[in-house]
T-cell receptor, first 115, second 109 residues
Framework: IAGITQAPTSQILAAGRRMTLRCTQD?????MYWYRQDLGLGLRLIHY???????GKGEVPDGYSVSRANTDDFPLTLASAVPSQTSVYFC??????????????FGPGTRLTVL | GQNIDQPTEMTATEGAIVQINCTYQ??????LFWYQQHAGEAPTFLSY??LDGLEEKGRFSSFLSRSKGYSYLLLKELQMKDSASYLC??????????WGAGTKLIIKP
């Protein structure tokens, strides 16, 4: 593994189903993030975690949950998917130990379609 | 509220110069990033400015004026591979990145 990996690459999901998007990083970064990217709206933060064991809500958290049991993994769960959650999902990580310089490194993304 | 503004789309000619502007209003300021994102791919880091002035890195330069809440990305000697979206992001007082919607740059031969 080099950098950040996400799985699956793409998924078509029936509305009402539960889905977990996986994200793993091997850079030992303390902070991790989940974004969704929709045409014309840019990247919107769903949830974040500044360190293992803690999580926080971003701009658009409703309908999503996260956990951060260890440094490397940061799964995103849709408890009951709805069509408005159709989007491209990016996981990112950064090293916040040095202060506010928050260069974020992104995974390749998961393209999710909810029908 | 927090707001980042960039033009939606720009067109330029191969070999020319293009300037992509970004204006921002955020709660606090701890720096400004520019990222490049090719279609269907993840964003990748281009530059970071925290002090006023111009930072040059090869064909790409980034400028910041904190008093004006303004930044621009300057791309010189444009190549077809520069066709991409360019994302402006500000680090706010909580160290979170606030993202603009991105500028889609189209390069024509």
């Amino acid at each position: 593994i080099a950098g950040i990996t996400q799985a699956p690459t793409s998924q078509i999901l029936a509305a009402g189903r539960r889905m977990t998007l996986r994200c793993t990083q091997d850079m030992r970064h303390n902070a991790m993030y989940w974004y969704r990217q929709d045409l014309g709206l840019g990247l919107r933060l769903i949830h974040y975690s500044n360190t293992a064991g803690t999580t926080g809500k971003g701009e658009v958290p409703d309908g999503y949950s996260v956990s951060r049991a260890n440094t490397d993994d940061f799964p995103l769960t849709l408890a009951s998917a709805v069509p408005s959650q159709t989007s491209v999902y990016f996981c990112a990580s950064s090293d916040l130990s040095g202060g506010p310089y928050n260069e974020q490194f992104f995974g390749p993304g998961t393209r999710l379609t909810v029908l | 509220g927090q707001n980042i503004d960039q033009p939606t789309e720009m067109t330029a000619t191969e070999g020319a110069i293009v300037q992509i502007n970004c204006t921002y209003q955020t709660s606090g300021f701890n720096g400004l990033f520019w990222y490049q994102q090719h279609a269907g791919e993840a964003p990748t880091f281009l530059s970071y400015n925290v002090l006023d002035g111009l930072e040059e890195k090869g064909r790409f330069s980034s400028f910041l004026s904190r008093s004006k809440g303004y930044s621009y990305l300057l791309l010189k000697e444009l190549q077809m591979k520069d066709s991409a979206s360019y994302l402006c992001a500000v680090v706010d007082s909580n160290y979170q990145l606030i993202w603009g919607a991105g500028t889609k740059l189209i390069i024509k031969p």
